[in-house]
């Protein structure tokens, strides 16, 4: 098992561009996560997913924001005409539903918009 | 709405210090606790997790003690070594029976110097 993997590790992107980022949970977890980081800060969350259905979405989460889990496996972020307040480490994570599983990391896209 | 309170940091210290990050969390519901860690570079681990009240959770020498009447998840070590320099972030969590997602702190950056 590789553990959770996310691509790109960095973006840079000019304000108003669209960017995608992609993200393979472990194979047998059913739960997908997306959480954004900003410097000094502890992750806030963004988005939840239990197989392909999305079931919970942050406030933080504005229109420009959509995410995808087709077939409940990998999961896309995609953020439309992106502001230089969209700057943050986007981080993704998996768990297998039961008990107390830990959430499991990736390690970031870390995205920057000029 | 749930949230988390760490210390703040930098915490710095001396090779073989004791450390303690204090760590208090509203919360509805019964939620497990955890403590992430982020080293320099590297994506976030599971450091240690307590799923009750007054469960110890422990590993690489840190421990923390689920205390529900005072809603507090102490981080403890009682010789700091230099390869612990990281941020540290406690996170109450829900499990199966909820989304199973993390609360994040802000973090706790520790320092050792040799």
Known sequence: DTGVSQDPRHKITKRGQNVTFRCDP??????????????????????????????????LLSDRFSAER???????????????????????ASSLQGGTAELFFGEGSRLTVL | GDSVTQMEGPVTLS????????????????PSLFWYVQYPGEGLQLLLKATKA???GSNKGFEATYRKETTSFH???GSVQVSDSAV???????????????IFGQGTTLQVKP
């Open chain 1, 26 to 59: 472990i194979s047998e977890h059913n739960r997908l996560y997306w959480y954004r980081q900003t410097l000094g800060q502890g992750p806030e969350f963004l988005t939840y997913f239990q197989n392909e259905a999305q079931l919970e979405k942050s406030r």
């Open chain 1, 70 to 92: 087709p077939k409940g496996s990998f999961s896309t972020l995609e953020i439309q005409r992106t502001e230089q307040g969209d700057s943050a480490m986007y981080l993704c």
């Open chain 2, 15 to 30: 090779e073989e210090a004791f450390l303690t990050i204090n760590c208090t969390y509203t919360a509805t519901g019964y």
């Open chain 2, 54 to 56: 007054d469960d110890k």
């Open chain 2, 75 to 77: 981080l403890e070590k």
């Open chain 2, 88 to 102: 540290y972030f406690c996170a109450p969590g829900y499990g199966s029976s909820n989304t199973g997602k993390l």
